[in-house]
């Protein structure tokens, strides 16, 4: 019966998001580690109902009856796991998709979801440590900022993941990353699903105005990432010069229009772009273990060539993090051809009001001899862990797979499919394009276990104090980080 119920509940949602998309407005905003599987594969407009496809698979999770427990989360993102009676029919989309999502399982296992504890991600994290090294059983899952958990980790305070019942990372809703970058000897701490919305909402990208594309004759920039010639070079070259000193200042000022906006590290920030170009912080040595690896071949002209283009240009717009107008506000401003974005910027009401055209873009790639496109997420979206307090891992496991497939055949394809291909993208090229940058996202060992002591913000870090010697940042920081990842394969060392 409970079954029975769960499968109406998905099609009720189908039912209620497709009357919605007509009738109201939102509020929301293999090489490597392609993760493909982090949200499946995404179905055209059109091409076949991705909902019922979604629902179709089954989560092979045995039914049971928790007689009302409460699963507790702890996390700095309530809105990313829990959605009050009343924050629902708003005309939030995601919103109602998460709700829906959460009572779907709670129906199912006769279980409550709720918040153990909530703050910004630091107080969160000093809380669960306490929590977890005293002993107490006051929450079940850490869901949490994705580049400071790292640190969190070292406390060895949580399971692997491995060793939890029904965590089935061969499923669409778990990255495919989950299983490879982020699994040594066996194991795996930190993880990632469809339940983190903003591991995939924060996919980053550019956003550029076609208006002002055309008025500069940029061609069709959407045939030509489709052909594979979206490269930096490429899209220096149509940045570089396109500047007016709008505000008569005399001086490079956020008053005045240019080529493409960046900002330091607000939102998407300067760091996606060492990921872009396909060269990770850390990956695994031919013994299988993690070790650091930004010093490549091409790192100190990756280093160079970025610093360039934001320092050495009139084109380009560095916003500093002190600086108010982020990339995004020149951008929404008409001040800027080009922004740095994310995927879910479209469901936001700047680009909802933006009077121009507007379409989506990925990252370039280094040159023409990468294969494919690459993004990330930046370090404020969710991660997830299990502590070791907690008692009962049967009913911890089936809540988590139950939400991370909910969210799979729920609230992702709602993004995907409702608030952007049919509600807000304004062209097909950019909903074809949508899909490049999806299937290109990596989560890197080397980012999640970071803790702000690894290379994950390099380029920030360096560009900060105006610096573009790598070896001399690299020779200065090296120690430090070699320190700090040899702690954290430690402690997967010692969970046996």
Not at 35 to 43: E, H, N, P, Q
Not at 286 to 291: L, V
């Amino acid at each position: 019966m409970k079954r029975t119920l769960s499968l109406l509940l998905v099609f009720a949602l189908l039912l209620s998001v497709l009357v919605m998309a007509v009738s109201c407005g939102s509020n929301e905003e293999e090489k490597k580690t392609s993760d493909k599987k982090t949200s499946g594969t995404v179905t055209p407009a059109g091409e076949g109902d991705i909902f019922a496809e979604r629902a179709a698979i089954a989560d092979e999770l045995p039914e049971n009856d928790f007689g009302g427990r409460k699963f507790r989360i702890a996390g700095h993102r309530t809105d990313e796991y829990f959605i009050k009676e009343e924050d629902r029919n708003k005309g939030n989309l995601i919103a109602d998709a998460k709700y829906s999502r959460n009572k779907s399982v709670e129906d199912r296992f006769n279980c409550e979801i709720e918040v153990a504890y909530q703050a910004i991600y630091y107080d969160v994290q000093s809380w669960v440590e306490k929590n977890v090294l005293s002993g107490a059983d006051e929450f079940d899952l850490f869901c949490s900022h994705s580049a400071s958990a790292g640190t969190t980790v070292l406390k060895n305070i949580f399971l692997n993941w491995y060793d939890i019942p029904h965590i089935d990372f061969s499923k669409p809703w778990w990255a495919a990353s989950c299983a490879t970058d982020l699994t040594y000897d066996g194991k795996c701490i930190l993880a990632i699903s469809d339940f983190n919305y903003t591991a995939t909402s924060g996919a980053t990208c550019l956003v550029f105005n076609k208006n002002l594309a055309n008025s500069y004759d940029m061609g069709n920039l959407y045939e030509i990432v489709l052909n594979g010639d979206w490269t930096f070079d490429y899209f220096y070259n149509l940045v570089k010069d396109i500047y007016i000193d709008q505000d008569g200042s005399g001086d490079k000022s956020d008053g005045d229009f240019f080529g493409f906006a960046q900002s330091y590290s607000y939102g998407c920030g300067i760091n996606p772009w060492l990921w872009a170009f396909d060269n990770p912080t850390v990956t695994k040595n031919e013994e299988g273990i993690p070790t650091l690896s930004v010093k490549t071949d091409k790192i100190n002209n990756i280093v160079k060539s970025i610093y360039d283009m934001v320092f050495n240009t009139t084109g380009v717009h560095y916003v500093h993090n002190n600086e108010d107008r982020q990339g995004m506000d020149l951008f929404l401003a008409k001040q800027a051809v080009f922004s740095i974005a994310s995927i879910g910027s479209p469901t936001g009401e700047g680009l909802r009001n933006f009077e121009d055209e507007y379409g989506l873009l990925p990252l370039p790639k280094w040159d023409e001899n990468q294969t494919n496109y690459y993004t990330m997420s930046p370090g404020e979206h969710t991660v997830l862990a299990v502590p070791k307090t907690v008692k009962d891992v049967e009913f911890v496991g089936t809540v988590i797979e139950a939400l991370s497939a909910e969210s799979y055949k729920q609230v992702t394809p709602t993004l995907y499919e409702i608030a952007l291909k049919t509600r807000y993208l304004r062209d097909n090229e950019s909903k074809e394009i949508l899909d490049i940058i999806i299937d290109g996202r990596m989560y890197e060992f080397g980012y999640l276990y970071d803790g702000f002591q690894g290379f994950a913000f390099m380029l920030s870090g360096m560009f900060g104090q105006n610096n573009n010697n790598f070896e001399s940042y690299y020779a200065k920081k090296y120690g430090n980080a070699r320190i700090h990842f040899k702690k954290v394969v430690k402690v997967f060392d010692k969970m046996g």
